[in-house]
Each structure stands twice: as structure tokens, then as C-alpha cells.
């Protein structure tokens, strides 16, 4: 079994915490040093997009060949999640491959990943191949320009498991937000979604004396404006999921506007390079779940998928196991509201409250008062976060990181980030030119909502106004 790291700087309240960062290099620096062979994971998309990544392992002989195993299924977990994919293409060993092959398969350990990759996200078998190393694919990314179109009169919103918040926006500057409750996970009927929303917006309209465009975010996957999968809409019975699936076309429809919907996570990374004006940048949203988006170093988002919820970033045998996919040390148990839950009892607090909203912010009033416990919590949280960011940088091309949702509002924000900065300068020198901030507390409440008001382009818009039998019933 490959070696698990005990971190110099532990977190207060997790002693058996593993950083999948420190397994990951103590492996590839021994390999090296024992006459490391090649391996090539690549993972197709979809219109040929493909990611390839490359590292060693221990040569099939070596008496830890073994350790090869474990190392390079949790590379492709990782992978998978991060950067999407329908096939995946091992070039290396043989033996691995088979491996890989037999976890990811409809009865294997990563059956979750093979029929969500597959079935649901991207509709078509999902496949392992193997071959040899220099066979293996070559990269084809695909990347694009993604919002910052801020004129004219626009809509926002953002849908979380606790609230819904939209923005009316003209010319870029918010004259009207307001955030709606709302308890999406446990509902069945897909009406309950699609008018709860709609009430949102079109309270939002009012606000404004035209509409032009409206742009959201949401937890889960979009492709082409369409949830495939999301775990706001976990309640929905399989047969009914295509009013889900369809939702936003309808709501198009009524507003007769331009409408783009996009992870959470990618306006999270878009609202921080927007606000700071700068590229490169990990957007991390800590609430319900772990939400991320990347800017890359030119401005634009990649078709990756960046669901790091389920990557996992702890490789402790004790590790949490998500209760959804079934895996161990998955980042939405250590980046979001469940991490404040799972640690609250370990100093002897109850979360309390009719809603998870409301059972956060009955720990977070602790904080707020200077409990010594609480405030473990999110130190706990913040060393998470350190270890992750160093682990994650072996992924993206990072340069900033803006941490944002609930779990960063009042004083934890602060503790969360002020931890993980220390750790990165005393553990991983090299990335101490990693900025991580937080945005201003109004930001922190709407700015998801405001940014995703910019999806849209004015392309879109002015092909709309061509078309005068499409306007909203505002402009007529």
C-alpha cells in the first residue's frame, strides 16, 4: 500500500488527516530515485477536447510496484473530476490499466464515477484504454472567453442549497439584490424549482425598465444551459429529471432574453479576476458543498469540469466517505458546511437549526463570541485548505485563489485564510507567491449573482433586438 504522510502541521481536530499532496510527492521522489518508467493518463471530452497528464511510477519489477496501484486510481479520480471526461486512456503498464479498467467499471468501486462520467454527463459509454506510452493521445484543450459583459440592463442569480440570490444590474453596478430561501436537496417536483426561480427573476425585472440579458450560477454540471447533474436537484425522481433538464430553455422562453448558466465555481473565478483584474486564478466557493472555477492565465475558462467536491485531497484509510459517490477524503467534506458539521462535536457543539443555513450560523455565533472550540474548527479547515492549495497546484497554473460562501463569512473567513497562507510560506516555499483572498463582506453575499449577470455577450444581445417578435414583454 502506498505510504501515507503525517503532515508537520496538523490540524487541531483531524490527527489522522493524510494530505493526498504529501503522498503524492514522497511516492513520485521515490520512484524517481528507483529508475521511475513513464505513465499517461488522457481523458476525451467532448468535441475532441482532450487532457493528458503525465507522471512516473515505480518500474514493474521494483519491490514497491505495488504502491503504483493506489497512486495512479487516485490520480484518475482526481483527474476525472477536475477535468472531465467519457474515455480514459492509461499509457503504461498494462497491469494498471486492467486496474483502472475494473474499478471503473458498472459493478467496481468507482461504479459512482462510470455511470455519472458516462450516462449522465456526457451520454456516452464510459471506457478505459490502454496502450502503450508513446500511443497515448496527445493533448487538445479547448478554452474560451467567459463573461465580463456588463452593459446594459441584466439580471444575475445564484442558486445555493439554502438560498437563491439575484442581482439586477445596470452597466455593471447592482441597484437591487436580495437573496430568497429556499430547500431545493429535498424536494421532487421539478415545478417547485423552475418557480421558485422564475419568482426571483421576475422580481428582479422590476427593478429594471428593460431586460436585456440574464446570467446564472449553479452548483452541479451545465453543458448547453442544461443541468446534468446537480445536487441541488438530487430529489428529482430519474423519470422527471428532463423538466429539470430543461428548465432554463423554459425560462428563456418567458423573459425572451439571452440566458447562460454555468457552474458555481466558474463565476466564483470569474468574479475574483473580474474584481482584482487579475488571471491564473482558483475560484473556491465553501458552502453547501465545494464549488471551484479556473481563469487561466489568459482570461478564459477551459471545458474542464473543476467539480473538485469529489476529488479527493485526503488519502487517510479513516477518511470521511461522501455519502453520494462513496469515496473517501473528498474535498466537499473538508471545503464546505459538512466540515463544520462533521468537526462541531469534536469540541462539544451542536449545529442547531431548521435549516443547514441556519445550523451553520449557530456554530459561526460561536466563533463570532471567541469560542476556543469553534474557533479549532476553522483553523482545521484553513490547514485543509493549505494542503489542498499545494495539491491542487500540481493540477492548475495557480497564481491567486479567492475563497468565498458561508463558511468564509465573519471572523472565519479570516482564520481560514490566514492558516492556509501560513502553512503554504512554512510547507511549500515555492508556491508562496500564491495570493489567497477574500472578497469584501457585500461581494462575499452577492458578487456570485453580479458576475454571472455578464455571462451573456453583446453579440448575443443585439442579434436578439434584430429580432423584434423575441422581445421581452418589458421593451414592447
Not at 32 to 60: D, H, K, N
Not at 194 to 213: N, T, V
Request: glycine share 8%; with cysteine; net charge negative.
Amino acid at each position: 500500500m502506498m505510504k501515507r504522510i503525517p503532515p508537520t502541521i496538523a490540524p487541531p481536530l483531524d490527527s489522522n488527516f493524510r494530505p493526498a499532496v504529501l503522498a503524492n510527492h514522497a511516492f513520485r521522489e521515490a520512484a524517481q530515485a528507483a529508475g521511475a518508467i513513464p505513465l499517461v493518463i488522457t481523458l476525451e471530452r467532448t468535441q475532441g477536447a482532450i487532457s493528458r497528464y503525465e507522471t512516473i511510477i515505480f518500474p514493474p519489477d521494483h519491490p514497491r510496484a505495488e504502491e503504483n496501484f493506489f497512486y495512479v486510481e487516485r490520480l484518475v479520480k482526481f483527474l476525472l473530476w477536475q477535468r472531465g471526461g467519457w474515455k480514459i486512456t492509461i499509457g503504461g503498464p498494462r497491469e494498471i490499466g486492467e486496474y483502472i479498467r475494473r474499478l471503473y467499471a458498472p459493478g467496481g468501486a468507482r461504479a459512482f464515477d462510470h455511470h455519472f462520467m458516462g450516462d449522465q454527463v456526457y451520454r456516452r459509454p464510459f471506457t478505459v484504454e490502454i496502450c502503450e506510452v508513446d500511443a497515448a493521445p496527445m493533448a487538445n484543450e479547448i478554452s474560451q472567453p467567459l463573461g465580463r459583459h456588463l452593459d446594459g440592463y441584466r439580471i444575475g442569480f445564484d442558486l445555493g442549497a439554502s438560498d437563491v440570490k439575484v442581482s439586477a444590474v445596470v452597466d455593471g453596478k447592482p441597484i437591487f439584490s436580495a437573496e430568497k430561501v429556499w430547500e431545493p436537496v429535498e424536494q421532487r417536483d421539478p415545478e417547485y424549482h423552475y418557480h421558485r426561480i422564475m419568482a426571483a427573476l421576475q422580481e428582479a425585472a422590476g427593478h429594471l425598465p428593460r431586460l436585456d440579458a440574464i446570467g446564472g450560477s449553479s452548483a452541479g454540471v451545465y453543458v448547453d444551459n442544461q443541468p446534468r447533474v446537480a445536487s441541488l436537484f438530487r430529489g428529482i425522481p430519474a423519470d422527471r429529471f428532463d423538466k429539470i433538464r430543461t428548465m432554463f430553455e423554459r425560462i428563456q422562453e418567458q423573459f425572451g432574453v439571452p440566458l447562460e448558466v454555468v457552474n458555481d465555481g466558474e463565476v466564483t473565478a470569474l468574479a475574483g479576476s473580474m474584481s482584482l483584474g487579475v488571471n491564473a486564478i482558483l475560484g473556491i466557493a465553501m458552502g453547501s458543498s465545494e464549488a471551484v472555477g479556473y481563469v487561466n492565465r489568459a482570461g478564459a475558462i477551459t471545458d474542464w469540469l473543476n467539480e473538485l467536491a469529489f476529488a479527493p485531497v485526503d488519502y487517510a484509510s479513516t477518511a470521511p466517505v461522501d455519502e453520494w459517490s462513496g469515496d473517501r477524503g473528498a474535498g466537499a467534506l473538508y471545503f464546505s458546511q459538512q466540515a463544520v458539521f462533521r468537526l462541531a462535536p469534536r469540541v462539544g457543539l451542536t449545529p442547531v437549526g431548521e435549516t443547514k443555513a441556519a445550523r451553520l450560523k449557530s456554530i459561526q455565533k460561536y466563533l463570532e463570541t471567541g469560542h476556543e472550540g469553534a474557533r479549532r474548527i476553522w483553523e482545521t479547515i484553513g490547514i485543509y485548505l493549505g494542503y489542498a492549495l499545494a495539491h491542487y497546484a500540481d493540477f492548475y497554473d495557480i497564481e491567486h485563489v479567492l475563497i468565498l460562501g458561508r463558511v468564509t463569512s465573519g471572523v472565519g473567513g479570516s482564520i481560514i485564510l490566514e492558516t492556509a497562507q501560513s502553512l503554504i510560506v512554512q510547507e511549500f516555499p515555492e508556491l508562496s507567491h500564491i495570493a489567497i483572498q477574500l472578497p469584501d463582506e457585500k461581494s462575499r453575499r452577492v458578487g456570485q449573482s453580479i458576475a454571472a449577470a455578464s455571462l451573456p455577450s453583446r453579440i448575443q444581445i443585439d442579434d436578439r433586438r434584430s429580432h423584434p417578435s423575441v422581445l421581452a414583454e418589458s421593451e414592447r
